[in-house]
């Protein structure tokens, strides 16, 4: 069994609410959304991602006999849900914003429609999938906001929370607008470039650092970083002058030097005139070691000659954010508006659309929350992308994902595109919405609801 892809990925209360559901023939259409409800600290935009792979659970949604029969033996469930398991497929529909997009608290970022054990059953999954890519790439775009167009790399996977976590922090990170991954199996799944070096262990393993650096260049001759901070980085600056002179008459060419400790502006600054003196000017620097958005912004605010960055685990685990706020809603069953009141966390009912309008500079101006037959002015974010089960076309390619990413970095007020925290982006509750929560709390009122 594949734990990624196994329908019990889910939590207890998904299969408890169902069998419910079905006991009182509730299988009417629900339509649940997903949203955020506020910005972590420090951020000023979210990047939605994780749709891609939400569209692969739903279109594959199925429990293998092994589940089933494992879900019998619990003596947790009646049979009627058993059986209803037996067959099910997801044949709901899906509305989304595009992956990439920029989005707000409160705006809905996915909606499915689907009748109510279905859309229940999936809610688990949706949010696990939808919370980490978007909460990844949005830590992700703030480096890539601050890097001035350097390349920056992913380096997260072995400190990433399993292994799915590395391999979708890879393609989070690539949507965003990194260059790559040394991730290798995110290479052969989502076709993002490799990045690699070496390590501190191969140059130890070798009695000579020099040697280290030479049979490494002679096996990678295309590749050949060398990483000189094992002992003492200047020193090795300078064995990697007269190793090129050597390897010059192989044909092989240096291609850079890695730093990953240390004070790296400094390292970088005498490294660089090492290697401009030994006739290296074309050797890059590559600079690695617990960087992050705030010290790549000192790098580059100093000045540090360092060509490119690999960032590791304070992407991949969105260290200072390590969650999104984020609900997945029932916002309508059977024709009727659903709204929850609980305090801190009440929701704006019915089926929902994000129009976003723009300043005569091209730049975001404001976003209106409304209902979903409100037409407003501005460009309609949610999208239909899932009919009937079905997918309505083909994913996009990742790298058309990263060119709307790029586009809608130069959209941004300058405000947003800082890491400092701006003035909160103005979203709009429109009277439509408004309206329709008015009404369905004077229902519920009536009715004694509180």
């Known amino acids: 069994m594949n734990p990624s892809t196994s329908a019990l990925l889910t939590d207890l209360y998904e299969l408890t609410m169902a069998q419910a559901y079905l006991e009182q023939q509730m299988n009417q259409p ?230 990953d400790s240390g004070d790296l502006a400094d390292h970088a600054r005498n490294v660089r005139q090492i290697l401009d003196g030994g006739g290296l000017s074309r050797v890059e620097i590559f600079a690695s070691g617990n960087l992050d958005e705030y010290r790549l912004r000192d790098l580059i605010q100093t000045q540090a000659p360092i060509d490119s960055f690999a960032v590791g685990t304070a992407m991949t685990t969105s260290s200072d954010a390590p969650s999104l706020d984020c609900a997945y809603k029932l916002q309508e069953y059977a024709g009727r508006p659903c709204r929850k009141r609980s305090e801190g966390k009440a929701t704006w009912p019915g089926r929902k659309q994000v129009f976003r309008s723009y300043t005569e500079s091209g730049h975001l101006d404001y976003d209106i929350i409304t209902t979903d037959d409100d037409q407003q002015s501005g460009h309609p974010l949610l999208q239909p992308v899932m009919k009937a089960g079905r997918r309505l076309a083909a994913s996009p390619p990742l790298a058309d994902v990263r060119r709307r990413v790029v586009a809608q970095l130069g959209q941004l007020p300058q405000s947003l595109g800082t890491l400092e925290t701006a003035p909160t982006y103005d979203v709009r509750i429109s009277m439509a919405l408004q309206s329709l929560a008015q009404a369905v709390d004077r229902v519920s009122t009536t009715k004694g609801v509180t």
């Open 30 to 259: 629900a339509v649940f959304e997903f949203f955020v409800r506020r910005l972590p600290p420090h951020r000023n935009f979210l990047v939605a991602a994780g749709l891609e792979q939400v569209l692969d659970y739903l279109s594959t949604l199925h429990f293998s006999q092994e589940e089933l029969a494992w879900l019998d033996q619990s003596e947790q469930f009646r049979p009627p849900l058993i059986e209803y398991l037996r067959t099910l497929r997801f044949t709901g529909d899906v509305e989304a914003m595009p992956e990439g997009t920029i989005f707000f608290p409160h705006e809905p970022i996915l909606r499915i429609i689907a009748p109510l054990p279905q859309a229940q059953l999936v809610e688990s999954r949706v949010m696990n999938l939808l919370n980490f890519q978007s909460m990844v790439a949005s830590k992700a775009i703030r480096s890539v906001l601050v890097a001035g167009g350097k390349p920056l790399i992913d380096f997260g996977l072995r400190r990433a929370h399993g292994a799915e976590a590395g391999l979708l922090a890879a393609r989070a990170s690539y949507l965003a607008g990194f260059a790559g991954t040394a991730t290798v199996l995110a290479g052969m799944a989502y076709g993002i470039p490799l990045y690699g070096t070496m390590a501190h262990s191969f140059v130890q393993a070798h009695q000579d650092e020099g040697l280290a650096f030479e049979h490494f260049a002679t096996i990678q001759p295309d590749n050949a970083i060398l990483l000189i901070d094992t002992y003492n980085t200047e020193a090795a600056a300078d064995k990697v002058v007269a190793l090129a002179q050597r390897l010059h008459t192989k044909g092989i060419t240096l291609k850079g030097v890695r730093l």
